[in-house]
């Protein structure tokens, strides 16, 4: 186990800024997940760990080790800061064998040749490749050459483990199954794991922590549960949960000695804002935080439901609130026809509101 | 089997060939390419076999075409053998190894550091480096001597000897040791451009993975990077050593004077003496060490299943960071660009303004060569070049020839790609993909003289191609093809069939798609495969002296007349001309193509 | 082996098996066929040549054809074109300049296909050009009768020679300013000029090897010029046939240097200003490099047994060609007007004016060392040594028969 710590990393490609500023310390045995959509700099965050990239300025640290440091001159190079890494192409090298690609990567430990070969084969085993060490990277489909990366790891067993989006190119099946098997990795091994992606799903199914990047900034840096349900920005908010969350704009308004946020159609109880009446917010609820009925309910409000769709254990559900459109999600394979009048509720605490200038959030904790 | 169903099964297979546009193409070009390709080494093989006039002086009671051993016996057992053959063999082999292990290490090492690394000024380097093997190998041979020229030859001093006053030994002067040099500074150009190519499709994550398992820099190099460029480096270096067995101008210049003779040597000197039997003989000899490299090549890249890039994300091309060495290294190889560009070409710049040879003196410069009208007093009266109607019309026909050829080239090899890449798998295509290559191997001297005999005559609709400009494009058509149908296979290797598919749904004929759709997609590949052909035709002599006459003369014919003549300061201006005019040709071609969009040239 | 492997292996033995079987037979050419009987009629050559030639007629058709194809072993030809178009308006010349291998070549293979193309041919290469094409009839001599007089028998049959040059040796004046450096051409062989003779490369020069082939012609003279010379008997080497090939063993043991190019040759032996100065087996015309280049070669003109090695350039008309009378009339023009004679006087340079009306076709050709087969022709300035130069002339059926044993011999002793 090892603590990993950036501090004041920068990198630029010409002109464009990639990253900027960015502290981060990564607890000794964490999953730390690095979420954002393209171009956010989680990659080339992760490689400057690796020591594939050369920040700007900065320092990180590896355990106890300042493996790089602008300012004092210090670049230890990627062969010798002792990370595993497992590339989105997977990197297998396309002239050996499975076999070979494995056993390969140890070569540089010192170890003995009987050794070698017996690690190789007991990781290919762990991932039930032991029938294929023979084929090459060519003849493998894209799961199983999946698979030979990890074994790489297994292999390895590294006291840091970086992985650069390794499920992204694979089917949607196939990349539920694999994400256990990482996850289990991370844990045989009692490595440090960082890990890039941009699917929020599996950030939030394998983190100890997600740290949320856009636009080479740091958005929120916090637990699944934290980022979920308390997104510090608009765009965090935006990106995490599936489907989208609801955003509402409106204006506070006081009702009868109650706070509202009063939308285009549609009024949300804002207590949990800190803002003063009269000022212009956006409410963000999750669609499973709106409740729904078929039959009148004191409070709630009437909506039109535009389209049903069952996905089988939850129906998600478009209604329309004079001009605003939510989006619903309910358990259960709903039936239920278009057109017809709904009541919906929504639940106060569960409300997170936003400047919409300054895109944080202005919620009551 | 009853009529009727064989009638129909014809006609189902007319009708299915109708459908596939790329199964009669190919059938086509099989045919014509075995004819033209074929026929020559048919013929090479029978009069090999048969006696000859030029052998009545040992059988004067023989009957030209009967059937005789007698070449064989005499190339490969009998006194004169080690003479005629076993010696030049030797010679023309470790030419041939040294030329290549060199100029394949040099362009290699330029490739890599030109693909791979921040060296400075990529542009300008990488434009200059190919200048010397645009010119004719035989240029820096020339200079050589011009520099190092000894008093075994007598005659004005060289350059070293009247600078520095010391004789340069023989063995400095001529023969192997020069040969060697003068040929791996050129070839180690054509060496660079395939491995550039290739180097430039190496996958970085692959070399940075094997950083992070811990691997240092030279066990990468070593594990990773070369066993990927294998195929690049095994064609490169087999192409490169059929290409020097078959050179024949500058172990010529070099060699005789000590009396080094290689295989090509003693061809041309057999097809001089028209003594048939014992240059095909040669050539056949020539050929099938060809083609049993360029199988063994293919045995041990094809053993290995895995080449095949690995599509996907992630493909990364990142730079090496040279740190300290960046300078010196930039310096380093400017330097040696700038040695083999412009050393022979101020030479020959010098040569074209000199009026008395040997006298190195600035009052003997002249541009009566150049823009003189013609003094009958000197060089026979022949007017300076640039005012030369003679040499402006060999210009014009050297481009017309070259343009021509590329173009009919370019088109050929993209339709052979096409065939090829569409029917991958079958015996068509393989048959064909080899029939393609096939000119490689032959000398070209001796495809120029098959040619002769083949199309002295009408072939059927065809009328006799001889003394035509129509034979002199086809030549060069056919001698090229090699590389313009790799080319043009790799380009259309990159063409997703769904793209052609797309379009045949929509209702677009095969015209349409060829024009609309697969040449604008294939044309950085076309490209590259029509400017190297251009090049190549422009700088051709052996292929096409024989098939030359007035009405067509072309510049490199220009300039082996004012040799034979001995007029240096015509022969040196006309090849600078020539020389100037390639490099222009192939900046305005790149220009052009950059500015229209095409990515910038590949290289097969 | 598969079976798809077995048909293809069968397919191509076919293949090949009827490839070498539709081998041509040999068609002894000795037999005039019928259209080329036809044509020696119409154009009145050969056996139909005419006891008294109309030459006026004869110009009269020349004009009405037009043209006249010339395929030439030399490039100088090519000057003819303006000149020959001022004194016959009317008939263009064209000039395939091919070099003497080519022309030769290109000549067989196009009558073998059934082309007619050439009108005149003229080059070197004696052996090929009498026993290759005059002799199986691809060329028919032709003397116009107005020359026959000024040009002695051994220059016009069995073909016409247009020009005769030479090989000589040339030394370096400055060098050896006080007597030439050898009396006989056996100390050539000799440790004194090991390394320090040149020859041009028998191999790809044909004049060059007709040079040395003339000289294994006479082998018993130049064993009897050794025995002048050291005054015993020559000894043969292992394998030698005689004191000629001896001779040509004896110069490449020691170690005569091979220039591809003449003119690097002479430049070799006659650049003023050497300690060393090659000799040099050249052409004689390079003579009049002296002037134009500044070198100060020499010829050895007194040399035992002798001190040129002539070889002719033959000039013939073409069978079945095209342009008949032009061919005649071209022929006529290269052998020089006739109003030239001994008195005539030439001055340079003679492509320009009255020089060049007089010397016609032989204007290119006037230079030392190349000299008209007409006995009525005065030397060129310069060449006059050719007279007091004694020499041999090669031969024709000795190249054919002999030549390709030379060739061998030369490239197993130059090899060594």
Redesign the interface.
């Known amino acids: 186990m090892a603590q990993i710590g950036l501090s004041g990393i920068r990198k630029a490609y010409g002109r464009e800024v990639v990253v900027h500023d960015l502290d981060l310390t990564i607890r000794p045995g964490e999953f730390l997940t690095i979420l954002g959509p393209s171009g956010c700099g989680k990659t080339t965050t992760l490689r400057a760990i690796a020591g594939l990239e050369e920040p700007d300025d900065g320092d990180i640290h590896l355990g106890e080790k300042l493996v790089f440091s602008r300012r004092r001159g210090v670049i230890v190079p990627p062969e010798k800061r002792g990370v595993g890494l497992i590339f989105q192409s997977y990197a297998l090298w396309p002239h050996m064998t499975v076999q070979r690609n494995v056993s390969l990567a140890l070569e540089e430990k010192g170890l003995g040749r009987a050794e070698i070969e017996a690690r190789a084969t007991q990781a290919l085993e762990t991932v039930q490749m032991t029938a294929l060490g023979a084929r090459y990277p060519s003849e493998l489909s894209g799961g199983q050459q999946q698979r030979v990366a990890v074994a790489r790891m297994i292999a390895l067993r590294p006291q840091i483990l970086l992985m650069d989006e390794p499920l992204s190119n694979l089917d949607a099946k196939l990349r539920l199954d694999m994400r256990a098997e990482l996850l289990q990795l991370h844990r045989d091994l009692g490595s440090t794991t960082v890990y890039v992606t941009h699917d929020q799903a599996e950030a939030l199914t394998l983190s100890d922590r997600i740290v949320v990047m856009d636009r080479g900034r740091v958005m929120q840096e916090a637990s699944p549960y934290e980022v979920y349900h308390h997104p510090r920005s608009l765009q965090v908010a935006e990106f995490i949960g599936e489907p989208r969350i609801n955003l509402v704009p409106g204006t506070l308004a006081r009702e009868a000695g109650t706070l509202y946020l009063v939308g285009d159609g549609v009024r949300l109880p804002a207590e949990r804002a800190r803002a003063a009446k009269g000022e212009r917010l956006v409410a963000a609820v999750r669609p499973e935080n709106i409740e729904l009925s078929t039959v009148p309910v004191a409070g709630w409000q009437e909506v039109r439901l535009d389209n049903v769709q069952p996905t089988g254990a939850t129906t998600i559900l478009q209604v329309c609130a004079g001009a605003t459109r939510l989006r619903l999600v309910r358990p259960g394979f709903l039936r239920i026809e278009a057109g017809i009048p709904l009541w919906i509720g929504f639940d106060a605490d569960s409300i997170e509101f936003f400047d919409p200038d300054t895109q944080g959030n202005v919620s009551a904790p | 089997m009853t009529s009727p169903g064989a009638a129909r099964r014809l006609r189902y297979h007319t009708v299915r060939l109708r459908n596939r546009p790329d199964l009669v193409i190919g059938y086509v070009c099989l045919v014509a390419l075995g004819f033209l390709v074929l026929g020559p080494l ?1 013929e090479i ?2 009069d090999a ?2 006696l000859q ?3 009545l ?2 059988h ?1 009671d023989g ?5 005789s051993l007698f070449h064989l016996e005499r190339v490969f057992a009998s ?2 053998s ?3 053959f076993f ?2 063999l030797l010679n023309s082999l470790a030419v041939g190894f040294w030329v290549t292990a060199i100029g394949v290490s040099i362009g290699s090492l330029l490739a890599w550091l030109l693909v791979r690394t921040d060296i400075r000024c990529k542009g300008l380097l990488g434009a200059l480096i190919v200048i010397p093997y645009m010119m004719p190998s035989w240029v820096m041979a020339l200079a050589w001597i011009s520099l190092f020229k000894n ?6 001093q060289g350059f070293v000897a009247s600078f520095l006053g010391v004789q340069p030994p023989d063995w400095v002067s001529y023969g192997f040791f020069p040969i060697v040099v003068t040929l791996a500074l050129h070839y180690f150009a054509y060496a660079y451009l395939l491995m550039s190519g290739a180097l430039a499709t190496v ?1 970085s ?2 070399e ?9 820099r030279w ?1 990468r190099l070593w ?2 990077t070369l ?2 460029l ?1 195929p690049a480096l095994g064609s490169a270096i087999v192409l490169t050593f059929i290409r020097i067995l078959g050179t024949f101008g500058t172990p ?2 070099l060699g ?2 000590v ?1 080094f ?1 290689t295989f090509a040597t003693q061809i ?2 057999s ?5 048939n039997g014992d240059a095909f003989v040669l050539a056949l000899v020539l050929i099938v060490i060809a083609i049993s490299f360029i199988w063994i090549n293919s045995r041990i890249i094809g053993i ?7 599509t ?4 990364r091309r ?1 730079e090496i960071r040279l740190g300290l060495w960046r300078l010196p290294l930039t310096a380093a190889v400017g330097l040696f660009v700038a040695s083999t560009v412009l050393v022979p070409l101020s030479i020959l710049l010098w040569e074209s303004l000199i009026l ?3 006298d190195y003196s600035l009052d003997n410069l002249t541009t009566h060569f150049w823009i003189g009208q013609g003094n ?3 060089a ?2 022949e007017a300076g070049v640039l005012l030369n109607n003679g040499i402006l019309t060999a210009l014009w026909n050297s481009l017309k020839l070259a343009t021509l050829a590329a173009l009919f080239n370019g088109v050929l090899g993209l339709l052979v790609g096409y065939a090829v890449v569409r029917g991958r798998g079958t ?1 068509l295509s393989r048959g064909l993909e080899g029939i393609a290559f096939a000119p490689y191997i032959f000398p070209s001297i001796a495809l120029g003289a098959i040619y ?2 083949m199309f ?2 009408p072939i059927g609709p065809i009328p ?1 191609l ?2 035509t400009f129509a034979i002199l494009v086809l030549i060069t058509v056919v001698k090229n093809l090699p590389f313009t149908s790799r080319t043009g296979i790799a380009a259309m290797l990159q063409i997703d069939t769904s793209m052609e598919e797309s379009a045949r749904v929509l209702g677009i004929g095969w015209f349409r798609r060829m024009a609309r759709i697969i040449m604008p997609l294939s044309m950085s590949g076309l490209v590259s495969g029509m400017l190297l052909t251009f090049i190549t035709a422009m700088r051709e002599l052996s292929l096409i002296v ?1 098939l030359l ?3 067509n003369m072309v510049l490199t014919g220009v300039i082996f ?1 004012y ?4 007029m ?1 300061q015509h022969s040196s201006a006309v090849t600078l001309l020539l020389v100037l005019i390639i490099i222009l040709v192939n900046v305005l071609v790149r220009l052009v193509s950059r500015g229209a969009g095409v990515s910038g040239l590949k290289n097969s | 082996m598969t079976r798809s492997a077995r048909y293809w292996r069968a397919t191509a033995g076919a293949l090949a098996l009827a490839w070498l079987a539709a081998l041509p037979v040999a068609a002894t050419a000795q037999e005039v066929s019928p259209e080329t009987e036809a044509w020696l009629k119409a154009a009145e050559l050969g056996a139909h040549a005419p006891a008294t030639e109309g030459w006026d007629a004869i110009v009269a058709k020349a004009q009405e054809e037009g043209e006249v194809v010339v395929y030439s072993s030399s490039g100088r030809m090519a000057m003819l074109v303006d000149a020959f178009a001022r004194t016959y308006p009317g008939i263009v010349l064209t000039v395939f300049d091919l070099g003497s291998v080519k022309t030769v070549e290109k000549t067989i293979r196009e009558q073998q296909a059934g082309i007619f193309n050439a009108d005149v041919v003229s080059t070197g290469n004696s052996g090929a050009v009498i026993h290759e094409m005059l002799n199986q009839g691809l060329i028919f001599n032709y003397v116009p009768e107005a020359y026959k007089s000024r040009i002695p028998e051994e220059n016009r049959e069995p073909l016409l020679i247009r020009i005769n040059e030479a090989i000589v040796i040339y030394y370096n004046k400055e060098a050896y300013p006080d007597a030439p450096p050898a009396t006989n051409i056996w100390e050539l062989t000799e440790p004194e000029f090991n390394g320090r003779v040149g020859i041009i490369d028998p191999m790809s020069s044909g004049s060059s090897f007709m040079g040395l082939a003339t000289i294994v012609q006479h082998a018993d003279e130049m064993a009897a010029a050794y025995k002048r010379h050291t005054g015993h008997d020559i000894e043969l080497g292992e394998g030698v046939p005689d004191a000629g090939y001896e001779f040509v063993a004896r110069l490449l043991q020691n170690d005569v240097v091979i220039f591809k190019s003449g003119s690097s040759l002479v430049e070799a032996s006659g650049q003023p200003g050497q300690e060393k100065p090659l000799l040099a087996f050249a052409y004689m015309t390079y003579i009049s490099k002296n002037e134009s280049d500044g070198f100060v070669n020499a010829y050895l003109a007194d040399l035992d047994p002798v001190a040129k090695w002539v070889y002719p350039t033959f000039t013939a008309i073409a069978n079945r060609a095209p342009h008949p009378n032009a061919a005649k009339v071209f022929t006529a023009y290269l052998l020089g007007s006739l109003e030239l004679n001994e008195s005539s006087v030439l001055e340079k340079p003679f492509t320009e004016g009255r020089s060049m009306e007089l010397l016609q076709g032989l204007a290119p050709y006037y230079d030392p060392g190349s000299v008209s087969p007409r006995n009525d022709v005065p030397l060129p300035p310069g060449g006059e040594a050719w007279g007091e130069m004694k020499g041999w002339t090669v031969s024709a059926d000795f190249m054919q028969s002999e030549g390709p044993r030379l060739r061998d011999f030369w490239l197993l002793h130059a090899s060594q």
Not at chain 2, 209 to 216: D, E, I, L
Not at chain 2, 271 to 275: D, Q, S, T
Not at chain 2, 304 to 310: I, Y
């Open positions: 048919v093989v029978r076999l048969t006039p030029y052998d002086a040992y004067p009957v030209v075409g009967s059937f006194p004169l080690p003479a005629l010696r030049p008093d075994r030859i007598g005659g004005t996958d994550e692959l940075e993975a094997g950083a992070v398992c811990g691997m240092g066990k594990r990773i066993p990927l294998m010529a210049l005789l004077p009396r003779f041309y000197a097809i001089n003496a028209r003594n290995r299943k895995s080449f095949v890039t690995l996907g994300k992630g493909f990142r008395v040879a040997g009958v007093r000197l026979y009266g015996r002769i005999g002295s005559a006799a001889y003394g024989l006459s007035p009405a007349y040799q034979e003549q001995s240096p």
